[in-house]
C-alpha cells in the first residue's frame, strides 16, 4: 500500500512540475481550435492504469520518466508546446502503463494530445497528394481516365477536390485509437501489437482511398444520387475500417503474464528513492524550460502589396473596418499584415503572409475558437473560375458561409493552408503571399 501511495505520488508531482504543459494541454481542449478527440484516449488511459497490474513499480519506470524529462533539456531541438506535452505523455506513459500491453498504452497516452489539428496542416496535403494519387490510379483500372494534378481529380473537362476534411486525418485518428484499445483489450505480444497497428494504418488509407473514389463517382455526376450520398458513403467505408480492426484485433495472440515475483523483487521500497530523485530533478528542470521557441518558418519575402490590394478592394466597394481585440492580439504575432473590410453584410479578412508559417490556420479553427459549429463544404468556383474551400460555421441560429483561399505573386492559388504552406516552404511559390478569407451571412437551409 505504501509503494502504491508512493507511486501515485510521483505521477501527481510530475503533473505538477509539469504544470505549463498541463495548462497548455487544458486550454486547447477548451479553446475550440482542435477536436477534444484527445480527453478519450487520455481518460482510457488512465483507466486502463488503474485496471492493470497494481505491482508494477519496476526501478526502470523512474530512470524512464527522468530520462524523459531531462531529455528535452539536453537535446537542443526546438521545444513547441506539443513536443513539450509529447515528452511528458511518455513520461506519465513510463510510470502508468500496463506492461503486458504497453504498446497500444503508450499509444493511447500519445493520442490524449491535441494531434489532429497539427497533423492536418502538416500532412494535409501531402496525405491528399497520395490519396489522388492512389484514386486516379484505381479509376484508372475501373476504365475511368482520370489524372491527379496535385489535390484534384481531372476527368473529362470536370474537376473534383480533394479537400481538407478529405486528407484521412480524423479516420487514421480513430483507427488509431481503435488499434491501441484493442491491443489494451486482448493483451497481444509484441509482434501482435504491431500487426494490428499496422493493419489500423493500412486500413484507413485504403478506406480513405475507396471513400474518394466513392465521392469521385458522386461528385461527377457517375451517380447520379444527389449530395446526400456524401455522408453515407464515409459512413459505411469508415464502418468496414473498424471492423477489419476488431476482427485483426480479436484473433492476435496474448502475451504472457508478467512475473510477479520479479515485480515484488523490484518493488518502489526497495529502489525507489535514488530513482526519484533523478525524477524530482528531471521534472523541475523540466517545468522551468523557457517559453517554446518558434516554429520552423520560411524565408521571408519583403514586398509592400497592401496599398494595391487596398485600392483594389476599394474599387470593388469594400471598406476597412477596425479589427477586434482578440484579431488585433493575433496580429501581433502574425508574420505579415491583417486587415479586415466589409461590403453589405460581407466581411473579408485579407491576410499579407511574408513567409511559410503555422501561424496562418484555416479559418475554421477561429470560427471553432469562438463557439461556432463548423462542417466542410465542397470546393467553391466563383463566377471568375477560381476555387475557394468553404466552411458553414453555425451559432445560435446564425449561419456564415466561410470561403477562403491563398494566391502567391506568381499567380499560384490554394484552397487551404497546409497545400500553401509546403509549397511556400519547398521555394516552388514566390511570396509575399496573400490569403483571403470571405463570409457570407447566408439563411439556415439555404445550403
Known amino acids: 500500500m505504501r509503494a502504491k501511495a508512493s507511486h501515485y505520488g510521483i505521477v501527481l508531482f510530475l503533473l505538477l512540475a509539469s504544470w505549463p504543459s498541463v495548462r497548455w494541454y487544458g486550454a486547447r481542449m477548451l479553446d475550440g481550435s482542435d477536436e477534444p478527440w484527445g480527453v478519450l484516449a487520455l481518460a482510457t488511459g488512465f483507466g486502463f492504469s488503474f485496471l492493470g497490474v497494481r505491482q508494477c513499480f519496476a ?47 503508450v499509444g493511447l497516452f500519445v493520442l490524449a494530445l491535441p494531434l489532429i489539428s497539427s497533423l492536418q496542416f502538416y500532412g494535409g496535403f501531402p496525405l491528399r497528394w497520395v490519396i489522388g494519387k492512389a484514386s486516379s490510379a484505381l479509376l484508372g483500372v475501373l476504365g475511368f481516365g482520370v489524372e491527379a494534378q496535385g489535390t484534384m481529380l481531372h476527368w473529362r473537362g470536370e474537376v473534383v477536390a480533394i479537400d481538407a ?27 501482435g501489437s504491431l500487426l494490428v497497428l499496422q493493419v489500423a494504418g493500412v486500413s484507413a488509407f485504403l478506406g480513405n482511398v475507396l471513400r474518394n473514389v466513392l465521392l469521385f463517382f458522386l461528385e461527377s455526376g457517375v451517380w447520379n444520387i444527389g449530395k446526400w450520398g456524401h455522408d453515407p458513403i464515409g459512413l459505411i467505408v469508415f464502418a468496414m475500417v473498424l471492423a477489419a480492426i476488431v476482427w485483426v484485433g480479436g484473433r492476435v495472440k496474448g502475451g504472457a503474464a508478467p512475473s510477479k515475483s520479479i515485480l515484488v523483487r523490484t518493488s518502489l521500497d526497495r529502489v525507489g528513492p535514488p530513482t526519484c530523485l533523478v525524477l524530482v530533478l528531471g521534472c523541475v528542470g523540466f517545468s522551468n524550460i523557457e517559453s517554446a521557441r518558434r516554429l520552423p518558418e520560411g524565408t521571408i519575402a519583403s514586398a509592400d502589396i497592401l496599398d494595391s490590394i487596398q485600392e483594389d478592394l476599394y474599387r470593388e466597394g469594400w471598406y476597412e473596418i477596425p479589427l477586434e481585440p482578440r484579431a488585433v492580439e493575433y496580429a501581433k504575432g502574425f508574420p505579415g499584415k491583417i486587415e479586415l473590410y466589409g461590403r453589405d453584410e460581407r466581411r473579408l479578412a485579407v491576410r499579407v503572409i511574408d513567409r511559410a508559417t ?52 506568381d499567380g499560384q492559388a490554394w484552397t487551404d493552408p497546409s497545400s500553401w504552406f509546403w509549397s511556400a516552404m519547398m521555394g516552388r511559390s514566390e511570396g509575399p503571399w496573400v490569403g483571403y478569407a470571405e463570409t457570407v451571412p447566408v439563411k439556415r437551409g439555404a445550403f
Open 59 to 105: 526501478f526502470w519506470r523512474y530512470l524512464v520518466a527522468a530520462m524523459l524529462m531531462l531529455l528535452p533539456l539536453v537535446s537542443g531541438v526546438f521545444m513547441t508546446p506539443l513536443i513539450q506535452s509529447l515528452f511528458v505523455a511518455l513520461s506519465l506513459a513510463s510510470l502508468l502503463v500496463d506492461r503486458r500491453c504497453w504498446v497500444g498504452h
Open 165 to 191: 476534411p478529405c486528407s484521412g486525418v480524423q479516420m487514421l485518428w480513430s483507427s488509431v485509437f481503435l488499434a491501441c484499445l484493442m491491443i489494451c483489450i486482448h493483451k497481444p505480444n509484441f509482434r
Open 358 to 409: 503555422r501561424r496562418y490556420h484555416l479559418s475554421a479553427d477561429c470560427y471553432r475558437a469562438i463557439g461556432y459549429d463548423t462542417e466542410p463544404m465542397p470546393i467553391f468556383m466563383a463566377v471568375d473560375g477560381s476555387l475557394w474551400g468553404r466552411v458553414m460555421a453555425t451559432r445560435d441560429g446564425e449561419c456564415l458561409e466561410v470561403r477562403e483561399r491563398v494566391v502567391s505573386q
